[in-house]
């Protein structure tokens, strides 16, 4: 039985002052759902779903609450840390998985001095007789956990118990193995996971800096496997990192947490970037204050494609510190249908064909849920390219061929200074039997041509209008840049309600999307458009990109 810690932990972990005052309030906000009751506790309150039930097992939310760490928040802490012991701490029942009791070690460690000041000897023993018994528990179980992310949270969470708590020493040397091996086969020579999901890489980036902290600061040196992850993966974050310094929001991911991209890179200490090319499947252009980042490799498929998107050759557009174009993000926490809506090709900037998505949604698990990805795009093509001004990339798919015939082809240019992009989609039926089956399309009730839309979703936070004559729209960012949307003048131009989902919120945020709408009635169509700044204003500190303020650091 541990008794004691090795040394006095240091917390790893960020939180949200404005979060822990509403915990403390009484405002409980997880898994999209808010309940406030401030008479009734943590453990009594009426859980809406598993998912809010994984939340307050995970204890993340002591990181909001020692954010605060006021005697009000410490009490709140350390109420339902010993009230989770009393109801939930004999070894079965909720939070008894293998990647919950991982994450909740490392925040119960990371926030020990703050639950124990002013703690009697009976409730320290209860805490460390827990804490014993959750490592254990974990040294048994951790092979249960899922790949992954799962696996992942597991095993650092039992290395950082390991490391950290007198007579557990023995039980972290399988595990730190045991991670290395799951650092071989889980992150990919370009620093990638198999889920395609940008802020699950950041996630287990920022476990693998921590375990490597951990044994750091035990005197051990972690396994070569395990660094050579961590040198991987942080160029990786960073091709996936717009200039506000937040994650591109593709198959399943949010931009992740306030902070902590940085923190993370700061930590691992790798400051290369990657070399010209994909990075887990995505490319980046960047010039003067403006990213973009575009989808560029099939969806994940079978098990890690659960939260996958249909989103192949979608693009994301950051202007300094202020968000453009984007993608709807992951609906998960808003109920089944949004998290099917999000993942959807219309809920993406790029092109859609007859209604159709570049993929289809498979079969739900026996929760109803986590439908895989089928019939996905295979052959996805990608050049990068200087342009005689700019930055050139060039991609197709074949997720139309099938039902279509047609083959969906994209042109990006940006321009060294950042202040355009000209964009080209072209519909093209290239093979024999191709055409044939575009034709079969056309002569069965398509007379009239092949309907697409091409969609260019925003930020809740750009302003936009329809302009000259509804020839453009205009779009003025807080920042008082405006940027300006052209086409060639194929197409009918409309702007349209969209929705920005985002997670922590309790619903959708309503926005714009720029549609593109237009028939394809031959073997090739090609719609022209672009993006162009057309003011600039003085610039605050505040408003430089994450790129000028690397370059300033």
């Not at 309940?35 to 998912?51: E, H």
């Not at 972290?172 to 395609?196: F, H, V």
Request: charged share 25%; with cysteine.
């Amino acid at each position: 039985m541990a008794t004691a810690f090795v040394s006095s932990p240091e917390p790893k972990t960020i939180g949200s002052f404005a979060r822990g005052r509403q915990l403390s309030a009484g405002n409980y906000l997880f898994a999209g759902h808010l309940i406030s009751a401030p008479d009734v506790g943590l453990w009594d309150l009426a859980v809406p779903d598993q998912a809010f039930a994984n939340e307050l097992h995970g204890f993340a939310w002591l990181d909001d609450l020692a954010a605060v760490g006021d005697l009000a928040t410490r009490e709140a802490a350390q109420r339902w840390l010993w009230g989770w012991i009393d109801r939930f701490g004999r070894g079965a029942g909720a939070g008894w998985t293998p990647d919950l009791t991982g994450r909740r070690l490392i925040r119960w460690i990371n926030h020990a001095l703050f639950v124990l000041r002013g703690q009697e000897k009976e409730q320290s023993d209860l805490f460390y007789q827990s804490l014993a018994q959750q490592t254990r528990f974990l040294s048994k179980r951790w092979p249960s956990a899922a790949p992954g992310l799962p696996r992942f949270e597991a095993l650092t969470g039992l290395i950082y118990a390991g490391l950290s708590l007198e007579g557990m020493e023995a039980l972290a040397e399988p595990a730190i193995k045991a991670l290395a091996r799951e650092c071989q086969s889980q992150i990919d020579a370009q620093g990638g996971l198999p889920t395609r999901n940008p802020e699950e890489l950041l996630d287990v980036f920022t476990l693998l800096t921590w375990a490597a902290a951990t044994l750091s600061e035990a005197g051990r040196e972690a396994p070569a496997a395990h660094l050579d992850a961590i040198e991987r993966i942080a160029p990786t974050l960073r091709t996936l990192r717009h200039s506000d310094g937040a994650l591109a929001r593709f198959h399943g991911g949010g931009r992740g947490q306030e902070g902590w991209l940085d923190h993370a890179l700061a930590a691992s200490g790798i400051k290369t970037r990657q070399a010209d090319g994909l990075s887990m499947g995505y490319a980046r252009l960047s010039a003067g204050r403006t990213s973009v980042i575009v989808d560029a490799s099939p969806p994940a498929t079978g098990k890690a494609s659960r939260n996958a998107h249909a989103s192949t050759l979608a693009f994301e557009l950051t202007s300094g510190r202020r968000p453009l174009i984007v993608s709807c993000g992951p609906g998960g926490s808003f109920g089944a249908e949004w998290r099917r809506a999000g993942r959807a090709t219309p809920s993406h900037s790029t092109l859609v064909l007859d209604g159709y998505s570049s993929a289809r949604l498979g079969d739900a698990d026996r929760s109803g849920a986590n439908e895989i990805l089928v019939d996905t795009p295979k052959d996805v093509p990608v050049e990068m390219s200087q342009a005689y001004d700019g930055i050139r990339f060039e991609g197709g798919h074949d997720g139309f061929v099938s039902t279509h015939g047609l083959t969906h082809a994209r042109m990006l240019e940006l321009t060294f200074d950042g202040r355009g992009m000209a964009g080209e989609d072209m519909l093209l039926a290239l093979e024999d039997n191709a055409k044939r089956r575009f034709d079969r399309v056309l002569d069965a009730g398509k007379l009239q041509g092949v309907p697409f839309a091409i969609r260019f979703h925003l930020h809740p936070e750009v302003d936009a209008t329809l302009d000259l004559g509804g020839a453009a729209i205009s779009m003025a960012l807080k920042s008082g840049e405006i940027w300006v949307f052209r086409h060639d003048g194929n197409c009918e131009l409309r702007l349209d309600p969209s929705v920005y989902l985002e997670k922590g919120r309790l619903k959708p945020r309503a926005t714009q999307q720029i549609v593109l709408i237009g028939r394809a009635m031959q073997y090739a169509t090609r719609i022209r458009w672009s993006l162009s700044k057309a003011q600039e204003t003085a610039i605050g500190i505040r408003d430089l990109s994450r790129d000028e303020l690397d370059m300033a650091d």
